[in-house]
C-alpha cells in the first residue's frame, strides 16, 4: 500500500460491526437506527427508481449535487446561517458525510498545515487529516469533577489549552456539532471562543453538525457559520443519513462560501464525480416536504425525531445508573458516553495491548451479548486513557 495509509489500518467501526454479528449481539454500538426512513422520502425513492415520472432519475445528474436537492438545501440553510445561499456555489454534495469531510480536508488543507481536532471527534477526522500531510494538533473536551450524573454541557473546551493548539501552521479546526460520542451542543459563548481564535489565527472552521436535528430539552443548535465574522471561513457539514434515519443511503453535503467550496467540487468532480440521483431527488422531494411543514413540530421529522428519542435517552440513562455506570446526558446527537469505573469488573487480559474500554468491549460482547463502542478510539494516542474509563452507547434503537 501507499506510505501515506502507515498507521491508519485499524478501524473501530470494522471491528466492533463484525464482533456485534459474529456474537449475535445487541447492538447498541455503531450508530444506526432499526426503524425505516420517514414514509414520505421512501415512497419518493420509490419513484424516483421506478422511472413512473422521469426516466432520467436513473442517470448521472450533476456533478456537484442534482439540482433539485441543492435548492432546498439553500432553502433550507439560508435562514439558519444568516446568509442568501447560492446553491450551485454555497453547496456541495458528496457520499455521506464522509465524503464531503473528505472533500473539505483535501480540497483545503496542503501538506505540512496543522489541524486542530476537538476530542472526543468522530474518529475519521485523525486518518483524514494524515492522509492529506498535515498534522493533527488535539486537544479535548473535558468533564468537569463532579459526584453522579454528567450533563454532556459538564464537559468543557479549556480556552487556554485550545489557543496553545494554534499556530501560524494552522489551517483548520475541526468540530462536531453536536459531539459524538459526547452528545455536546456548543453553546454560543464557547462556539465564539473558537471563532475568535479562527479570526486571530485565520484559519477555517470545518463544522461537522450531522445530528443538527437531534437536540433535546432546551438547548439551541448554533452554527458557528452564523457568527461574525466565520460565514467566510466555515464549511458546515450535513447527512441525510442522520437527518432521515437512512445511514445506508450515504448522503451528505457541505455548506460554506464560493472560495471554500469551490476546491472540494474540484476534488470531488475528479474523484467521485457524482452521487446517486434517485437518492437525491428523494432527499430533495423530502426535504421540500419537511420545510412546508417547519411550523408543526410533530409532523416536520426534522423536530419530531428528538421529541421521540428523548425517552429513549432518558431510560437508557436510568437504565445504566441502575447496573452502576455513570451517564452523560446528552444535549443532542443520538450517543451517550458511560462512566464504567465504578463497576469493579475484573477484565481477562485479551491479549493486547488496547485500552481498557477495548478489552472490556470485546468482553462485555462476547460475555454478555452487548455491543458498545469504545470511545478511547476517538482520542489520539496521548490522550487514550481520556477516553478509555467509559463506553458509548447509541440509544436510537432503545424501547421505552
Ligand atoms: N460525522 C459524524 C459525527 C458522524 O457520527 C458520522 C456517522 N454517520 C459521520 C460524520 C458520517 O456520516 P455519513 O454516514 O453521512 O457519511
Ligand atoms: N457515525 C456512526 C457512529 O458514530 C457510524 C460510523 C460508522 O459506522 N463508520 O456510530
Not at 456474537?23 to 444506526?32: C, D, I, M, S, V
Not at 472526543?120 to 468537569?144: L, N, S
Not at 472540494?264 to 437518492?279: A, G
Not at 455513570?326 to 469505573?341: L, N, Q, V
Request: proline letters at 7%; a negative charge; aromatic letters at 10%.
Amino acid at each position: 500500500g501507499a506510505d501515506r495509509l502507515k498507521g491508519t489500518e485499524k478501524n473501530v467501526w470494522v471491528e466492533f460491526g463484525k464482533l456485534a454479528v459474529d456474537y449475535k449481539a445487541l447492538n447498541l454500538g455503531q450508530g444506526f437506527p432499526d426503524f425505516k426512513p420517514p414514509q414520505h422520502v421512501i415512497d419518493k425513492m420509490v419513484h424516483a427508481v421506478d422511472g413512473s415520472e422521469n426516466a432520467l432519475l436513473s442517470q448521472y445528474t450533476r456533478s456537484y449535487g442534482h439540482p433539485r436537492l441543492v435548492n432546498v438545501l439553500a432553502k433550507l440553510y439560508s435562514p439558519l446561517t444568516g446568509q442568501t445561499l447560492d446553491p450551485m456555489n454555497n453547496i456541495t454534495v458528496s457520499v455521506g458525510a464522509y465524503g464531503v469531510l473528505f472533500c473539505a480536508v483535501q480540497g483545503l488543507v496542503n501538506p505540512g498545515d496543522e489541524v486542530v481536532i476537538v476530542e472526543p471527534y468522530f474518529d475519521c477526522y485523525e486518518p483524514m487529516v494524515k492522509v492529506a500531510g498535515a498534522t493533527p494538533k488535539y486537544v479535548p473536551i473535558r468533564p468537569i469533577k463532579k459526584e453522579g450524573v454528567l450533563s454532556s454541557d459538564d464537559w468543557k473546551l479549556d480556552p487556554v489549552e485550545l489557543e496553545s493548539k494554534f499556530s501560524a501552521k494552522t489551517k483548520a479546526i475541526m468540530i462536531n456539532n453536536p459531539n459524538n460520542p459526547v452528545g455536546k451542543v456548543f453553546k454560543k459563548e464557547e462556539l465564539e471562543m473558537i471563532a475568535g481564535l479562527c479570526k486571530k489565527y485565520d484559519c477555517i472552521c470545518i463544522s461537522d453538525e450531522v445530528y443538527e436535528w437531534m437536540i433535546y430539552d432546551d438547548n439551541k443548535h448554533i452554527k458557528i457559520a452564523s457568527l461574525p465574522g466565520m460565514w467566510e471561513r466555515t464549511i458546515t457539514l450535513g447527512s441525510a443519513g442522520k437527518t432521515f434515519s437512512a445511514t445506508g443511503w450515504k448522503l451528505g453535503w457541505g455548506v460554506g462560501p464560493d472560495h471554500l467550496i469551490k476546491p472540494m467540487q474540484i476534488l470531488h468532480q475528479n474523484c467521485i464525480y457524482t452521487c446517486p440521483t434517485p437518492i437525491q431527488e428523494a432527499v430533495a422531494e423530502g426535504l421540500e416536504y419537511e420545510l412546508s411543514v417547519q411550523d408543526n413540530k410533530e409532523e416536520c421529522y426534522l423536530t419530531s425525531l428528538a421529541l421521540e428519542l428523548k425517552p429513549k435517552r432518558d431510560a437508557l440513562a436510568k437504565s445504566l445508573v441502575e447496573i452502576g455506570m455513570i451517564p452523560t446526558i446528552p444535549e443532542g446527537g443520538y450517543f451517550m458516553m458511560a462512566d464504567i469505573s465504578k463497576l469493579n469488573i475484573d477484565i481477562p487480559d485479551d491479549g493486547t495491548k488496547d485500552p481498557y474500554d477495548f478489552k472490556f468491549v470485546r468482553w462485555l460482547c462476547k460475555e454478555k451479548r452487548l455491543s458498545v463502542i469504545p470511545p478511547s478510539a476517538f482520542y489520539n494516542q496521548e490522550h487514550k486513557n481520556l477516553g478509555e474509563k467509559f463506553v458509548r452507547f447509541c440509544f436510537i434503537k432503545v424501547r421505552t
